[in-house]
């Protein structure tokens, strides 16, 4: 089964660009999350889809961070406009579980992550 | 909101000797988890708890989802090179559609 897939790998931009990230889930996942990682700190979710709907966006910063699930599949997640702060690893997270069934076999996984410096 | 405290942060270690980390909780998960992330990687999931009082064990590392649902301990026994990384443990609740709390986590280093 192939895995999470996030890309780019890297990025750098200059405070207040705009910037954006994609990621490819796990075929068949209903769930997708994102997650802040910032620097010697455990990950921070940021907005959760169920097939093309948010669930849960509670933490994302909505004047500067959006996020689509077109389709239910893709996502991509947008910084616009950047700040210094915001520089972390993001990491694209799916799974098999809905809210409506959680259940313990989620199939929770990561993706290597996009790796954000704003400078 | 919910939060794990998770320790020690650091531990530097020789190969061959046996770790004990633990994630402590403000609130009760329905599911505690270890990962391990190295460098460049995002977490790789280690062990999984799903009952209290739960002792789960793959190969060298056993956790223990903690009787009151509040704390879990990790420990990897006989140490070696390659389980440089650091490890987050996470919990998980049913009622707030599967997201995960992490840890700080504890990062590890082993000399050989």
């Known amino acids: 089964e192939a895995g999470v897939a996030q890309s780019p790998r890297y990025k750098i931009i200059e405070k207040r660009q705009s910037v954006a990230f994609w990621c490819n889930p796990i075929?068949?996942?209903?769930?997708l999350y994102w997650y802040q990682q910032i620097l010697g700190q455990g990950p921070k979710l940021l907005i959760q889809?169920?097939?093309?709907?948010?669930?849960?966006d509670s933490q994302l910063p909505k004047d500067r961070f959006s996020a689509e699930r077109l389709k239910g599949v893709d996502s991509t997640l947008k910084i616009q406009p950047a700040k210094l702060e915001d520089s972390a690893v993001y990491l694209c997270?799916?799974?098999?579980?809905?809210?409506?069934?959680?259940?313990?076999?989620?199939?929770?996984?990561f993706g290597s992550g996009t790796r954000l410096t704003v400078v | 909101g919910q939060q794990l405290n998770q320790s020690p942060q650091s531990m530097f270690i020789q190969e061959g000797e046996d770790v004990s980390m633990n994630c402590t909780s403000s609130?009760?998960?329905?599911?505690w988890l270890w990962y391990k992330q190295e460098p460049g990687e995002g977490p790789v999931l280690l062990i999984a708890?799903?009952?209290?009082?739960e002792l789960t064990s793959n190969g060298r590392l056993t956790a223990q989802f903690g009787i009151t649902r509040k704390d879990s301990f990790l420990n990897i026994s006989a140490s070696i090179p390659s389980d440089v990384g650091i490890y987050f443990c996470?919990?998980?609740?049913?009622?707030?559609?599967?997201?995960?709390?992490f840890g700080q986590g504890t990062e590890l280093s082993v000399k050989p």
């Open positions: 708890l799903y009952k209290a009082g």
């Open positions: 075929s068949g996942h209903a769930t």
């Open positions: 889809f169920q097939n093309n709907g948010v669930v849960d």
């Open positions: 997270a799916s799974s098999r579980a809905s809210t409506s069934s959680p259940g313990r076999d989620y199939g929770y996984t």
């Open positions: 996470a919990g998980q609740s049913y009622n707030q559609g599967g997201k995960l709390i």
């Open positions: 609130s009760i998960f329905n599911t």
